[in-house]
C-alpha cells in the first residue's frame, strides 16, 4: 500500500534554531500534502495545505514565516520551522493525498516529535 | 463550515465484547466522504474504514463495521470481538469537497480493551 516516510521522527534543537521536517511518498505521487500539528492527547490540528509547485495555503493563525512549507516534486514537502521556541514543541504529522487513490484515504506519515530547548 | 463532534471521550470494552463509537458531523454538501482513522500508541494514523455518502450501505472492513445516518449526519463505529490491539485512539474524519479536500477531524475517543 501507500507509505509516506517521515524523518526526523525525533528531534531536539536548542531555541532559535530552525528545523527541517521531510515527507516523502514512497510509491505514489502525492498531489497534495497536509501539515498537521498535535498536541499531547488532543486532535490534529490542520496548519497548512501544499500542492506541488504551488505556494502552500495556511490555516488561520498558523504564522506562514515560521513555518515554511516546500512541495517541490510530488513524492517530497518539507516542513521548516525557523527560529523555534519552546512553545513550538509539538507532535508534527504529515499526510499525503494520492492522485488515484486519494478517495480511499490519505497517507499518514509515522510523525515528528519536536522538542526545543 | 464543517464540524465533527465524538461525544465520548473514552469508551473501555471488554476483549472480545463489541463496543460503539459515535461521531456526528455538521455539513451544508450533499456528496461527501467519511473516515475513522485509529492512532495507536505508536502515534501513527491508519485508515480503519472510509464511507462515501452517496452509498446507502454501510461500509464493513473486517470486524469493522460503520452505521451510517445521513439524514442524522451521524457515523459511529462498531468494533466486533474486540481485540487488545484495537486499544488506540479513534479520530472520525469529514472530507471537505472541492479546494484542498482536506480532512477535518473529530477530538478523538480514547478506547481501552480490557483483557
Known amino acids: 500500500g501507500a507509505v509516506v516516510s517521515q524523518h526526523p521522527s525525533r528531534v531536539i534543537c536548542k531555541s532559535g534554531t530552525s528545523v527541517k521536517i521531510e515527507c516523502r511518498s514512497l510509491?505514489?505521487?502525492?498531489?497534495?500534502m497536509f501539515w498537521y500539528r498535535q498536541f499531547p492527547k488532543q486532535s490534529l490540528m490542520l496548519m497548512a495545505t501544499?500542492?506541488?509547485?504551488?505556494?502552500?495555503?495556511?490555516e488561520q493563525g498558523v504564522e506562514k514565516d515560521k513555518f515554511l512549507i516546500n512541495h517541490a516534486s510530488l513524492t517530497l514537502s518539507t516542513l521548516t520551522v525557523t527560529s523555534a521556541h519552546p512553545e513550538d514543541s509539538s507532535f508534527y504529522i504529515c499526510?499525503?493525498?494520492?492522485?488515484?487513490?486519494?478517495?480511499?484515504?490519505?497517507?499518514f506519515g509515522s510523525g515528528t516529535r519536536l522538542t526545543v530547548v | 463550515a464543517q464540524t465533527v463532534t465524538q461525544s465520548q471521550p473514552e469508551m473501555s470494552v471488554q476483549e472480545a465484547e463489541t463496543v460503539t463509537l459515535s461521531c456526528t458531523y455538521d455539513?451544508?454538501?450533499?456528496?461527501?466522504?467519511l473516515f475513522w482513522y485509529k492512532q495507536p500508541p505508536s502515534r501513527q494514523m491508519i485508515l480503519v474504514i472510509r464511507?462515501?455518502?452517496?452509498?446507502?450501505q454501510n461500509a464493513t472492513e473486517n470486524r469493522f463495521s460503520v452505521n451510517f445516518q445521513k439524514a442524522a449526519k451521524s457515523f459511529s463505529l462498531k468494533i466486533s470481538d474486540s481485540q487488545l490491539g484495537d486499544a488506540a485512539m479513534y479520530f472520525c474524519?469529514?472530507?471537505?469537497?472541492?479546494?484542498?479536500?482536506?480532512?477535518?477531524f473529530g477530538k478523538g475517543t480514547k478506547l481501552t480493551v480490557n483483557p
Open positions: 499526510s499525503a493525498r494520492d492522485l488515484i487513490w486519494g478517495n480511499y484515504g490519505y497517507t
Open positions: 510509491d505514489f505521487q502525492a498531489t497534495t
Open positions: 501544499s500542492n506541488e509547485g504551488s505556494k502552500a495555503t495556511y
Open positions: 455539513t451544508s454538501e450533499s456528496d461527501y466522504y
Open positions: 464511507q462515501e455518502a452517496y452509498k446507502q
Open positions: 474524519a469529514y472530507r471537505t469537497q472541492g479546494g484542498s479536500e482536506k480532512l477535518v
